[in-house]
């Protein structure tokens, strides 16, 4: 019972973190438009990837270090030049851009590393993690590698079946949309992930300025 509660607690608790606006679901809707509905679950891959990792090292005592004012800034302003250069590129495309409804928009291995790029870009991922995240684990390390293994699962659970909704709506949705939409739906993301580009990198300015 202790296991199956930590196991559903953390699968609705990851909601808290996927459901926010962010450069990873904004992704998601543009590449769902463009590749297909499979397009989110890919990236998750990479995003499950990286946070397996993560877990492992907060297990090993790497907390301390991510709650440093200095770790929040440098992956703030670094994950903002990041997002400002994808926004851009994207800016720049949009006029290029066509609806591609055949086969070969399947996705590929691209996707899973945006999955892990665009979440270390997000500074406040990292936050979640050093503070619920690991309230968490170090609950569910209580009851062995198998609290961590049911926390984990669940955790990864949540956060599929959010962004696999997501990837589902939009990408069956564009056989609705003609290029002209299709362009609007990219350019309000590039427009987004320029919005959050800012506020990370003030975000990070002002945690610098306060060292």
Same mark, same amino acid.
Request: charged letters at 10%; a positive charge; proline letters at 4%.
């Given at each position: 019972?202790?296991?199956?509660?930590?196991?559903?607690?953390?699968?609705?608790?990851?909601?808290?973190?996927?459901?926010?606006?962010?450069?990873?679901?904004?992704?998601?809707?543009?590449?769902?438009? *463009?590749?297909?509905?499979?397009?989110?679950?890919?990236?998750?891959?990479?995003?499950?990837?990286?946070?397996?990792?993560?877990?492992?090292?907060?297990?090993?005592?790497?907390?301390?270090?991510?709650?440093?004012? #200095?770790?929040?800034?440098?992956?703030?302003?670094?994950?903002?030049?990041?997002?400002?250069?994808?926004? $851009?590129?994207?800016? *720049?495309?949009?006029?290029?851009?066509?609806?591609?409804?055949?086969?070969?928009?399947?996705?590929?291995?691209?996707?899973?590393?945006?999955?892990?790029?665009?979440?270390?870009?997000?500074?406040?991922?990292?936050? #979640?993690?050093?503070?619920?995240?690991?309230?968490?684990?170090?609950?569910?390390? *209580?009851?062995?590698?198998?609290? $961590?293994?049911?926390?984990?699962?669940?955790?990864?659970?949540?956060?599929?079946? #959010?962004?696999?909704?997501?990837?589902?709506?939009?990408?069956?949705?564009?056989?609705?949309?003609?290029? *002209?939409?299709?362009?609007?739906?990219?350019?309000?993301?590039?427009?987004?992930?320029?919005?959050?580009?800012?506020?990370?990198? #003030?975000?990070?300015?002002?945690?610098?300025?306060?060292?």
């Amino acid at each position: 019972m202790d296991l199956l509660t930590i196991f559903i607690t953390s699968f609705l608790i990851a909601f808290s973190g996927a459901a926010m606006p962010g450069p990873l679901m904004t992704a998601t809707i543009s590449e769902s438009a *463009r590749r297909g509905p499979l397009a989110g679950p890919v990236m998750m891959v990479g995003h499950s990837l990286l946070e397996l990792g993560l877990v492992s090292l907060l297990m090993l005592g790497l907390a301390p270090f991510l709650k440093q004012d #200095w770790v929040f800034a440098t992956i703030a302003v670094g994950g903002s030049v990041m997002l400002a250069g994808m926004a $851009v590129s994207m800016l *720049r495309a949009i006029p290029q851009l066509h609806i591609r409804l055949d086969e070969q928009t399947v996705p590929g291995a691209g996707l899973v590393s945006a999955g892990i790029l665009l979440s270390l870009a997000n500074p406040y991922w990292t936050l #979640w993690w050093s503070t619920i995240g690991l309230t968490y684990i170090l609950y569910s390390a *209580r009851f062995g590698v198998a609290g $961590v293994a049911f926390f984990f699962v669940g955790h990864i659970l949540g956060d599929l079946t #959010w962004y696999s909704a997501i990837s589902f709506a939009v990408g069956k949705g564009r056989r609705f949309l003609d290029d *002209r939409h299709y362009r609007a739906v990219i350019g309000v993301c590039a427009v987004f992930l320029l919005a959050l580009a800012g506020y990370f990198a #003030w975000s990070g300015v002002i945690r610098a300025l306060a060292l």
